[in-house]
């Protein structure tokens, strides 16, 4: 059997509707909500305060190079 393209279209549908899942139909309440999007921001929040970290300590030598204080 070979597969041309109609056949393998029509196959690969049916994969992707066996695969797919159903709609759970569950009630998420207000707590979970602000659960999940209370995670969320300190998930970004901690990205961005790691990447401010490791970029602030080169710019403070900067700064107290500039100014006269010596490197520390």
Request: net charge positive; with cysteine; aromatic share 8%.
């Amino acid at each position: 059997m070979q597969l041309n393209p109609p056949r393998l279209m029509a196959a690969l549908a049916a994969c992707l509707l066996l695969t797919a899942p159903g709609a759970a139909l569950a009630y998420t309440g207000p707590g979970l909500g602000l659960g999940a999007v209370g995670v969320a921001f300190g998930i970004v929040g901690s990205i961005l305060l790691g990447i401010f970290s490791v970029l602030w300590y080169p710019f403070k030598r900067l700064i107290r190079r500039i100014r006269g204080k010596g490197a520390r």
